[in-house]
């Protein structure tokens, strides 16, 4: 069975700086890998995917993602925060055609000013 | 905006009561995954639904089941509700098929008092 460990329950950082929100993964087969971002009172928004093709995925709004088999990671990064980043972020796995999701226990990040 | 909707945003039940849950899935869309997210917590996989037949369950009792129309919206039930039945519930819209992605509705928030 997939699944995915987000290893920080929150992340904080300042406007301006780096962003780094660390996932791993466990799965059988080739996986399919996704962040998502939840703002307050919103739904689930696809930043990003990575589907066997390029490791180094880029998304919406400036983040990527590397998938690192040897390392069984796929951490997001985004190199200079904005304000509007602050949500809660979600790496998902999934092995095929989007049947059992499995989602990370979420990442809330906060942007200082 | 994803064109995946959700009715009713918000919902109160009595303990021991059914809800009707509904979703329209995105145009061009042919599947939709139903999620409970608890407080706190990351979505949990309650099933999916494709050609009108049931796809994939996750871990969930029965009196948790689903239906999938000729026009491919679907709604959820859940019979006998409890408290910890209280949650946001996602619905999420995908084409059957490798490497799509899943367009997530803005969930039914549940409380069962």
């Known amino acids: 069975a997939q699944s995915v460990t987000q290893l920080d329950s929150h992340v904080s950082v300042s406007e301006g700086t780096p962003v780094l929100l660390r996932c791993n993964y466990s799965s059988s087969y080739s996986p399919s890998l996704f962040w998502y971002v939840q703002h307050p009172n919103k739904g689930l928004q696809l930043l990003l995917k990575?589907?066997?093709?390029?490791?180094l995925v880029k998304g919406i709004n400036g983040f990527e993602a590397e998938f690192k088999k040897s390392e069984t990671s796929f951490h997001l990064t985004k190199p200079s925060a904005h304000m509007s980043d602050a949500a809660e972020y979600f790496c998902?796995?999934?092995?095929?055609?989007?049947?059992?999701?499995?989602f990370g226990a979420g990442t809330r990040l906060t942007v200082k000013p | 905006e994803t064109g995946v909707t959700q009715s009713p945003t918000h919902l109160i039940k009595t303990r021991g009561q059914q809800v009707t849950l509904r979703c329209s899935s995105q145009s061009g869309h042919n599947t939709v995954s139903w999620y409970q997210q608890a407080l706190g917590q990351g979505p949990q996989f309650i099933f999916q639904?494709?050609?009108?037949?049931?796809?994939g369950r996750g871990n969930f009792p029965p009196r948790f089941s689903g239906l999938q129309f000729p026009n491919y919206s679907s709604e959820l039930n859940v019979n006998a509700l409890e408290l910890d039945d209280s949650a946001l519930y996602l619905c999420?819209?995908?084409?059957?098929?490798?490497?799509?992605?899943?367009?997530f509705g803005q969930g039914t928030r549940l409380t069962v008092v």
């Open positions: 639904y494709y050609r009108e037949e049931e796809n």
């Open positions: 990575y589907t066997s093709a390029a490791t």
């Open positions: 998902v796995v999934t092995l095929y055609n989007n049947n059992d999701m499995r």
């Open positions: 999420a819209s995908s084409y059957q098929g490798l490497n799509t992605e899943a367009f």
